[in-house]
């Protein structure tokens, strides 16, 4: 028996719920090997209110774990946070020689809150060396309102305007994530290949626990695609898989709550329509 690989270029999240921890999850429930190439550590203070702090690996260290992965045949890739434009920089172009066609790109930009300026040169570099590589990217609002120059989308024809300007820069495919603060009565998220827009529905879970949802889709979507599945396909299992960890999440402690990685293979996927719009 041989399995399908899949590498994760991400930071490491100690609390276990997002990150490269949920990458690794979703790959192994989704029948995958998983390889990891870790850019930062973050850790939680709880004597702080469960504050984070970011320790970045050296760029040498990055190059070589990522030499490392790439050395044993990749079939799918995806990039989750890259804190600087070097660490992008260094992403895209070790994606670049690797010639791989199945790579999925989670623009995770760190910030406080949609208020807070992030570094312009992190959007560059992501759109210079990311997006012109991507056969999916899979932004949140505030993330697809910086990639494409506009206010954060609130609305359904909001995200489709900013799905366009996203695939214009490139990316083959566009999925934008819902999430809560989207207008709309369900969880949505919209789907762009260029030619159509595909809303994603299903029912939404009243939970705060959803830590790290956004990297389980993206790394579920990297896994199908590795697996063979054709892009539509591989979105709305991805879909599947993320909204039954949701609905599924559980408290860690006062401070988070993580979705549960395994929920659909243990309790079956939730209903998810799809509609042209």
């Known amino acids: ?136 990217v899979t932004p949140n609002l505030f993330e697809a309102g910086q990639l494409a120059g506009m206010k954060t989308p609130g609305t359904i024809e909001q995200m489709k305007a900013a799905a366009e300007k996203i695939h214009s820069l490139g990316a083959r495919n566009v999925v934008i994530k819902g999430g809560k603060q989207l207008q709309h009565d369900k969880a949505a998220d919209l789907f762009y290949d260029g030619k159509t827009h595909l809303l994603l529905e299903s029912e939404k879970t009243d939970t705060h626990y959803n830590h790290g949802a956004g990297c389980t889709f993206a790394a579920a979507i990297t896994a199908n695609l590795a697996n063979g599945q054709d892009i539509k396909e591989a979105v709305i299992e991805a879909k599947e898989f993320v909204a039954a960890a949701i609905a599924n999440g559980w408290k860690l402690n006062e401070y988070v709550g993580p979705v549960m990685h395994g929920a659909k293979n243990r309790f079956g996927g939730s209903e998810i329509t799809t509609t042209e719009v």
């Open 1 to 136: 028996m041989t399995l399908k690989k899949t590498l994760t270029i991400a930071g490491s999240d100690t609390s276990g719920g997002a990150g490269i921890q949920a990458d690794l999850k979703t790959f192994q429930e989704l029948g995958t090997y998983g390889m990891t190439a870790l850019t930062v550590v973050v850790t939680m203070d709880p004597d702080k209110h469960w504050s984070h702090n970011v320790y970045s690996l050296p760029i040498d260290v990055i190059k070589s774990q990522i030499k490392t992965a790439l050395s044993t045949g990749i079939d799918a890739i995806k990039t989750g946070m890259l804190s600087t434009e070097e660490v992008i920089q260094t992403a895209g172009e070790a994606i670049a020689e690797s010639e791989l066609s199945h790579v999925v790109i989670d623009p995770v930009m760190v910030c406080k809150g949609e208020d807070e300026v992030l570094n312009p040169g992190t959007v560059d570099a992501m759109i210079e060396y990311l997006l012109p590589r991507a056969e999916i």
